[in-house]
């Protein structure tokens, strides 16, 4: 019999892992490997039955285990009685001599936050989906164990699960029968990369013959109720799986490193994807209902793409501790974008990320909570505040830092020194020092001094033009070393010159595009703001759509949102702007970039709340102008819909697409976009509580589900509000509802009547991320997305004074910062 603690009931007080911790705990034990069996045949609870082994050089340490209802504990084959706090399960009188073998069988509990073992039932189908979505420190969600990534482990696993159901996890299938599934065991890995997806998936499967010899399954699966969208898409999802696979291959002296490729759309991911080592996890948005848009394609397979690379970077070669998130993300950001488009053949990727990620970059360095590429050990504390570095910073910044070590390396030095790293610690954990020593031995430049200028300091320099009577010259106001092309323009926009230059602490002059427009960073090469000079700006500002290179317009379009940020151009002017040129911009991702920044970032930031409606107004006039100029070009017709659906005021309009289900002859009214319709006629008085039930009926999907509650919680009335506040404050409510609810909440033209609700955002927000973090990033997530007044910011700056948890502090400030 095992000793068993009835732990029901009990309040939790978890605590992250410290660094001192981990490193203590790293410095002791060895050679972890696990046997885990799970049994997710319970309604209410799961069981897990952990079997953990380990070399230990002290008698005592811990095993994390968090939430568990019930634990029984065997350590090298006698019962103990479980010492567990509800987040660590205390082990003593362990083996220095011989290998330790300890087993822990719990109970647990399922969540609806995506942190953890995930349940969903469909409401289209009522079938049940039951999923382990782990990394930061949530595998002791759903099992014990020592969580860390440097305590690097093989796992043997094995589920129960309903007999319906197909089960997928990390490694290949080794048997089923009879609901039971029997895995392959892994490569080390850390505790954080293990996945499983229990459920009724619909599949398409394939297996491809490799170059070495031997064969590799792969897989698609979705939601049951998903499987017309996965059909739809099934060919193109293979197409880019397998063309990135060979490019990978290419690029990389080392193997595939795991035993399978399987790839599931999940519901109520709170990441994007996650890079589960053989069983990558995607959020199931990533699969949209009717039609995809070529962006949403696009943007898929470098998704694709980027977890594909975390097998090698991340999974293989893994961080020692959070400090090098970048070494994983920064990297996955950068392959995801050369390999979708060098090996996937989508054309053109460097625009999105000019106008799509770079800009969350720069918003993420110019705030307090900025802070380097790669920052120092010690100011990643806990696990926490690694779960803050997963930012802007770490993803957007550090990939723009690695396409101008690419470009200033020389992209075969920079692969060998790579290719060095990966193979010197395959399956293994490694630091910033390590990645340093392979690129050294693979360049005669000065690496250290680039690591030191672009990784370790927060911050972009600005590239300064001016004019020395009609010579450009160009200055750095900054401290890096940047390296970019310049392009030259006549006054009719036509190109007529391109240099690679580098700008360095001396100004350069560029005599040979005397007259002409310059813009620099034309290629998107390096990271940094831009100022044009006058005569430039004219030229450049008075034709945006006329430039034909789509890159430079996205390098211009961005830099612009980039000054009304920094205060350098007014919001008026860059809405000037959007009038003026967007509705002749000819590329959707140009189209939704610009938009996106209008309507995220500077209607709310940089519009007093009196003038709000007025600059919706403005953003839903060039919309209309901007739909009216698609002509046949359904791909801008639908990114121009999108945007109309969500600010037009004519409710007459939108209620014509809601009953032809068309935006217009030939340009079909997609789900999402149908949605946001609604939720805008909700929000001016146009839809009542019986529009929006029809609706929902009419969609009968998840997808549904939320858009209706997003509309329900957008109606003007306090009555509305109040049951939207009182249902994002329920017990229990699930990552998606609470995001939808909040997303229908904030109206920026409703000011006035969300008053109340700021403060009480304020007062409540604290005691909500008590679940997890990804809850607390939700949280986060659901700041006001409207103008606030000097009150109310001086509201926000008190409640910052007083105790407020990591992630939520973090987000605060952020948007403190944003608004300032
Ligand atoms: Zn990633």
Redesign the pocket.
Known sequence: MLARADLRGRTLAVVSLTLDEARARAGVLSSVSYSLDLDLTGAETFRSLTRVRFSSAVAETFLELKGALTVSLLVNGAAVEAAYDGGRLRLTGLLTEAVNDVEVAATLPYTTDGDGMHTFTDPADGSRYVSAYLGMDNAAKVFACFDQNDLKATFAVSVSADPADTVLANGAVVSHDAGRWVFATTPPIPPALLVVAAGPWHSVRWTAELDSGTSLGFGWHARRSLATELDRDAAELRRTSEACFAHYADLIDEPFPFDSYDQVFVPGLNWG?Q?MPGCVTYRDELLPRGAITDTQRAIRAVIIA??MS?MWF?DSMTMTWWEDTWL??SF??YMGYRVAEAGAGFSDLRVEVEIGSKPWGYRADARRSTHPVAPLADDVPDVDTAATIFDGIS?AKGGACLVQLAFWLGDEEFMAGVNRHLTRFRFANATLADFVESLEASSTKDVRGWVEAWLRRPGFDTVVARREGDVPVLERDGSRPNAFTVAAYDSALRLVGRRRVELGAEPLSLPEFAGLAVVPNAGGETFAALRFDPASWETLSGGLSRIEDPLVRAVLWSSTALQVRSRDLSADDYLDLVEAHLPAETRADIIEGVLSAARSVVIPQRVPASQAAGAVARVAAAAAAGLAASGEDEQRALAWAATLAATSADAEMLRGWLDTDRIAAGVPLLPTTRWEAVVRLASLGEADARLIATERDRDGTAEGDLGAARALAARPSTIAKDAAWEAMLAPGVDNRRFGALASGMWIPEQTHLLRPYVADYLAEAPALVSRGQAFAIEVGHAFPRIALDAAQLDALRAALAGDVPTILRRSWEDHLDDRE
């Open positions: 994807a890079e980027h977890e975390h991340g994983q993300e996955a950001d993803y």
